[in-house]
C-alpha cells in the first residue's frame, strides 16, 4: 500500500513537471518558426550587415516571416552572405522582391525587412536556394555622420 | 612562511585525494551492467523521498519569488513606460536564471542535507558495513538510486519553479498592477526563446542537479560516522553545494550567453 | 578437526598506528571461538579483515580455502555469502520492518517466491523469540530486542561462518543471558561455525570451545576457557580477573609524572 502511494505521488510529480514544461513552451515562448514547421531557404548579399545576427527575425511589414539562420563571408570579395529560413507558408515572393537591413526604434535590434516585389507573368517566384539580388546594407550611423561632415566641409 | 606552504601544499593534497575518491565512489556507483527490476522501486521510493518532498518548498519559493520579480521590476520599468516588458523580464530572470540557480540552492538545502545526513547515519549505524558484508554493493543500492533521483527530480522541480513562478508574476503584474494582459504574455512570447532560454534554463539546471547530487551523496559517504562528523558533513554539504552551484552558473552563463 | 578461517602472520596498520604484527589464528568448523582483548586493540579489525572489507598489508586470511586479500570483487562476494557478521549496534535497516529486515537478504540473494520466504523469515524470527515484533520498526525496539533481530537476519541464508562483534556489550543481565543461549543453541542446531569478539570475559567463557587474547599486536594466550583460566602469565591473569593494572598499563604512555608536574612551576 504504502508503495503504491509512493508511486502515485511520483507519478504526479513527474506530470506536473511536464505540464510546467509545456506551459513554458506554450505560453511564455514564442511557438512561431519552430523547427517542427516548413520551412525554406533563401540568400542574400549585402555591402554590410550592421549588427545583424543569426535569429534575428525577418519581416514582411512588420509580420515575423522567418530568420537569419546563418551569416557567412562569400566570394574573392568576402561579401557578407545571409541565409534566411522563411516559412512555407509565404513562398510566394517574386524575383524582385528586395531585402533591406533595418533597425526597431533607434537603439532596437537590427532586422531583416523583406518586401514584395510585383508580380507578373513575366516574374518567377522565388524558390529555395534563391538569391534575392536587390539588397539595402544597414545604415551605419558612424558613415552616415562622416557623409554628413564631409558634405558640410565641400559647402 | 615554510609552515603556510605546506598548508597549501597539505590542502591541495586533500582537494585532489577528495575529487579523486568521489570520483571512484561515482563510477563504482554507476558502472557495471544495471539491474532494471532490482533498481527500479528504489529509484521511485528515493524520487519520492528527494523529488515530491521539496516539491512544496519549491511552489512557495517560485511564487514569491515571481511575485516579488513582478513588483520590483513594475516600480522600475514603469519609469521609462516600459511595463509592458514586465512579462519577459520575468521570465526571463526565471528561466534563466533564478529557476535553476534558486532550486539548485533550495535542493541542497532541503534534499541535499537529508542525503548526507541519510547517509552518515547508515554509515554510523553500520548499515553500509552491514551491506557490504551480506555481499551487496552499498555504491550501488544506496548510492545508485539517489543519485539517479536527484539527477532527474532536480530539473523537474526547477521547470516547476520556473512555471509558477511565472504566474505568481502574472498574478502580481496583471491582477493587481493592471498591465494588460495580452501584453504581458505576448511581449513574453515575442522575447522568449525555446532553445536560448527554456532549453538553457534546463540544461544548467542539469548540471546542478549532478553536482548537488554527487557533493551530498560523496559528503555523506565520507563522512567520520560520529554525531560530530554528520553534522559537520550535513554543513559542509550546502555550503559546498551552494557554492558550486553559483560559480558553475557564472561559467555555464559566460557560455551559454556570452 | 576441519579449519574453516586460518590467518597467518597479519600485519595490520591504520594510518600510523599499527594494530597487528604477526597476528595467526585458527578457527575450526563447527566451533565457537573467543576472541578476546582490551578494548582499543582492533578486535572489530580482525572481523573486518576476516570480511574483506578491509586488506592486511602482510599475511594470509583463508576462509574455506580461498585467500580474501587477494579474491576479486566478485570471487569475494561469493564469499560473503557464506558468511555473516552480527554488528555491535545491530546494523538493522532503519527504513524496514524487522520482517523485511529479515527478508532483505533471501530477497537479494535468492530466488525464492515470496510465500516460501515468508516461511523462512517467520522461522528465523520465532528461532530468536521475535515473531510478535515482525511489523515494528529498528526504531521501536529496545537495544537487546534489536540485537536478537539483527540475529535472524545474520542467519537468515544459513551462512557457515557467523561473526559476532561485542554481542554483550550494553546489555542488561536478561538479554545477556537470552544472546548467550541463542548463540549457544545456533551453532549446536545448526552446525554454525562461531567467532566471538567480546571483553566480556565471563559470558564468553561460557560459550567458547577455544579462545585466544590478543594484546601487544599479537595472541599472548589461546587455549580451552579452563586452561586459560589456569594460565598464569600476568597478562592473561589481569585480563581474566579484570585487575586494574598489570602487564598492560593502567596509564597511558606519558613522561615521568613528577618532571611533568615541574614543567609548569619553572
Known amino acids: 500500500m504504502e508503495s503504491r502511494k509512493t508511486q502515485l505521488s511520483v507519478g504526479i510529480f513527474v506530470v506536473l513537471g511536464f505540464a510546467a514544461l509545456l506551459f513554458l513552451g506554450l505560453r511564455a515562448a514564442s511557438s512561431s518558426v519552430s523547427t517542427g514547421e516548413e520551412t525554406y531557404q533563401l540568400y542574400a548579399k549585402f555591402d554590410n550587415i550592421g549588427g545583424l545576427k543569426v535569429r534575428s527575425p525577418v519581416k514582411v511589414g512588420g509580420v515575423v516571416v522567418g530568420r537569419v539562420t546563418s551569416i557567412t563571408l562569400d566570394g574573392e570579395y568576402y561579401e557578407p552572405l545571409v541565409e534566411f529560413t522563411i516559412n512555407k507558408d509565404y513562398d510566394d515572393f517574386s524575383e524582385t522582391s528586395s531585402v533591406s537591413i533595418l533597425t526597431s526604434g533607434l537603439l532596437g535590434e537590427q532586422y531583416v525587412g523583406l518586401q514584395p516585389g510585383f508580380i507578373d507573368d513575366s516574374m518567377g517566384m522565388l524558390e529555395d536556394g534563391d538569391y534575392i539580388t536587390d539588397t539595402k546594407s544597414a545604415i551605419v550611423l558612424e558613415e552616415l555622420i562622416g557623409q554628413f561632415l564631409f558634405s558640410q566641409g565641400e559647402g | ?258 | 578437526m576441519e579449519t574453516l578461517v586460518e590467518i597467518d602472520d597479519v600485519k595490520f596498520s591504520h594510518g600510523e598506528r599499527l594494530l597487528y604484527d604477526g597476528l595467526s589464528l585458527t578457527v575450526p568448523r563447527g566451533k565457537i571461538v573467543a576472541v578476546m582483548g582490551p578494548s582499543g586493540i582492533g578486535k572489530t579489525t580482525l572481523l573486518r579483515l576476516i570480511g574483506g572489507q578491509i586488506r592486511p598489508q602482510q599475511g594470509s586470511i583463508k576462509v574455506a580455502g580461498h585467500n580474501i586479500p587477494t579474491l576479486s570483487r566478485s570471487d569475494l562476494y561469493q564469499v560473503r555469502k557464506r558468511i555473516s557478521m552480527l554488528f555491535q549496534s545491530g546494523a538493522l535497516f532503519t527504513d524496514m520492518t524487522v520482517f523485511d529486515n529479515v527478508a532483505f537478504p533471501l530477497r537479494e540473494h535468492s530466488k525464492l517466491p515470496e510465500s516460501i520466504i515468508r516461511t523462512i523469515v517467520l522461522m528465523k524470527l520465532e528461532a530468536v523469540g521475535l515473531r510478535g515484533a515482525r511489523d515494528l520498526f529498528p526504531a521501536e525496539l529496545s537495544g537487546g530486542m534489536a540485537r536478537r533481530a539483527a540475529l535472524a537476519r545474520a542467519i537468515a541464508l544459513d551462512p557457515e561462518l557467523i561473526m559476532y562483534d561485542e554481542p554483550f556489550a550494553g546489555q542488561d543481565p536478561i538479554s545477556m543471558g537470552v544472546i548467550v543461549k541463542l548463540i549457544r543453541e545456533l551453532s549446536s542446531s545448526l552446525g554454525l561455525t562461531s567467532i566471538i569478539v567480546s571483553h566480556d570475559v565471563k559470558e564468553v567463557m561460557s560459550i567458547a570451545d577455544y579462545a585466544y587474547i590478543i594484546a601487544n599486536k599479537k595472541v599472548v594466550a589461546k587455549g580451552t576457557p579452563k586452561e586459560l583460566d589456569e594460565n598464569a602469565s600476568g597478562i592473561v591473569k589481569q585480563f581474566m580477573r579484570g585487575e586494574a593494572d598489570g602487564p598492560v598499563p593502567f596509564h597511558y604512555e606519558a613522561d615521568d609524572y613528577f618532571d611533568d608536574l615541574l614543567e609548569g612551576s619553572k
Not at chain 2, 577528495?18 to 521511485?44: D, R, V
Not at chain 2, 498574478?171 to 522568449?192: I, T
Not at chain 2, 547530487?213 to 554528520?230: D, F, V
Request: hydrophobic letters at 55%; charged letters at 10%.
Open chain 2, 1 to 258: 612562511m615554510i609552515e603556510m606552504i605546506r598548508n597549501i601544499g597539505r590542502y591541495t593534497l586533500d582537494t585532489i585525494a577528495g575529487a579523486g575518491k568521489s570520483l571512484l565512489m561515482l563510477f563504482g556507483a554507476l558502472a557495471g551492467k544495471p539491474q532494471p527490476a532490482k533498481s527500479w522501486p528504489l529509484f521511485i521510493q528515493q524520487m519520492y523521498v528527494v523529488g515530491v518532498l521539496s516539491l512544496l518548498i519549491i511552489i512557495v519559493s517560485g511564487l514569491f519569488i515571481g511575485m516579488v520579480l513582478a513588483l520590483q521590476g513594475y516600480t522600475i520599468l514603469i519609469d521609462y513606460g516600459a511595463e509592458q516588458s514586465l512579462g519577459p523580464m520575468v521570465a526571463l530572470s526565471l528561466l534563466r536564471e533564478l529557476g535553476p540557480v534558486v532550486t539548485g540552492l533550495l535542493f541542497a538545502g532541503r534534499a541535499g542535507s537529508a542525503l548526507t545526513a541519510e547517509i552518515g547515519l547508515m554509515k554510523a549505524t553500520e548499515q553500509l558495513s552491514s551491506l557490504e558484508m551480506m555481499a551487496i554493493d552499498p555504491l550501488r543500492r544506496v548510492i545508485a538510486p539517489r543519485f539517479w533521483a536527484g539527477f532527474v527530480s532536480m530539473p523537474i522541480l526547477a521547470l516547476i519553479f520556473s512555471a509558477v513562478g511565472i504566474y505568481g508574476g502574472f498574478l502580481v503584474g496583471v491582477q493587481w498592477l493592471g498591465v494588460d494582459d495580452g501584453a504581458f504574455w505576448s511581449v513574453m512570447q515575442s522575447s522568449v526563446d525555446w532553445y536560448d532560454d527554456i532549453l538553457n534554463g534546463i540544461i544548467k539546471s542539469l548540471v546542478f542537479a549532478f553536482v548537488v547530487t554527487w557533493i551530498a551523496l560523496y559528503k555523506g559517504y565520507n563522512c567520520t560516522p560520529t554525531s560530530a562528523g554528520i553534522s559537520s558533513a550535513t554543513t559542509s554539504t550546502v555550503v559546498t553545494a551552494s557554492l558550486a552551484v553559483l560559480g558553475l552558473d557564472f561559467v555555464l552563463t559566460a557560455l551559454m550567453f556570452g
